[in-house]
């Protein structure tokens, strides 16, 4: 499946094990019930999606694979038509909205509301990075030269779509992979400079750094 590529780097070696080091959004001391009708047929739902992808409502007590959203018809429907909280609603607190109908479903998040989860890259066409747990149905085409390693918490990013914030979070176990095909310029160096991908050496832009700075911080 992964191309042949080089050895790790120490800038890699966090990735499996990094905790969370930045967030979009903080929930903690924010008021709200969930399904709450601030005003007539309209409810309001409250989410969080951690660094590895999974979904949970945001106020339950046990985050994991077993509390997590499953259903890939519901994330697809989530996530589609996730974009940039313009409500004049929790928007210092829950970043994005995902709107269905008259239902306002807010989400905060650990890193970033994107979180790629796998590589499609079987069958004829370009490689893609699927995210959230959509599968096909969510996923960008892989732009090897775009990816942004970040030395200050051991994370990986890659493009999303804009109307999410442009950036997404690769969860650590593929960025881990990935890291295998960075190259690094002489001499000791944080971050690498080149990366391999199927027989090209590309050049990495760094063009995603300024929508990380921008975006909101813990």
């Known amino acids: 499946m992964w191309p042949a590529c080089g050895a790790l780097r120490p800038w890699a070696l966090p990735l499996a094990r990094s905790p969370g080091a930045r967030a979009c959004g903080a929930g903690r001391g924010v008021s709200y019930a969930q399904g709450q009708s601030p005003e007539p047929r309209t409810r309001e ?3 969080y999606v951690d660094h590895q992808g999974q979904l949970f409502l945001d106020d339950s007590k ?24 313009l409500s004049g609603r929790y ?3 829950f970043p994005f909205l995902s709107p269905c109908g008259r239902e306002r479903n807010f989400l905060r998040c650990e890193d970033q509301p994107v979180v790629f989860t796998h590589l499609l890259a079987a069958g004829p066409g370009a490689p893609r990075l699927s995210y959230c747990g959509g599968g096909d149905a969510l996923a960008v085409p892989f732009e090897p030269a ?21 950036v997404g ?17 002489p001499g000791v160096s944080a971050l ?10 590309l050049a990495l832009t760094m063009d995603l750094a300024p929508l990380l700075l921008a975006s909101p911080q813990p």
């Open 192 to 201: 690498p400079s080149h990366v391999r991908w199927e027989g090209r050496r």
């Open 45 to 47: 739902y409250f989410y």
């Open 91 to 93: 928007e210092d607190s």
């Open 62 to 85: 046990m985050k994991n694979f077993i509390t997590c959203f499953k259903d890939p018809q519901f994330l697809v429907t989530f996530f589609s038509r996730l974009r940039r909280n």
């Open 146 to 166: 775009r990816l942004l390693p970040l030395a200050a918490n051991g994370r990986l990013y890659h493009p999303a779509p804009e109307r999410a914030g442009g």
């Open 169 to 185: 979070l690769v969860r650590s176990a593929l960025a881990f992979e990935l890291s295998a095909c960075f190259e690094y310029p």
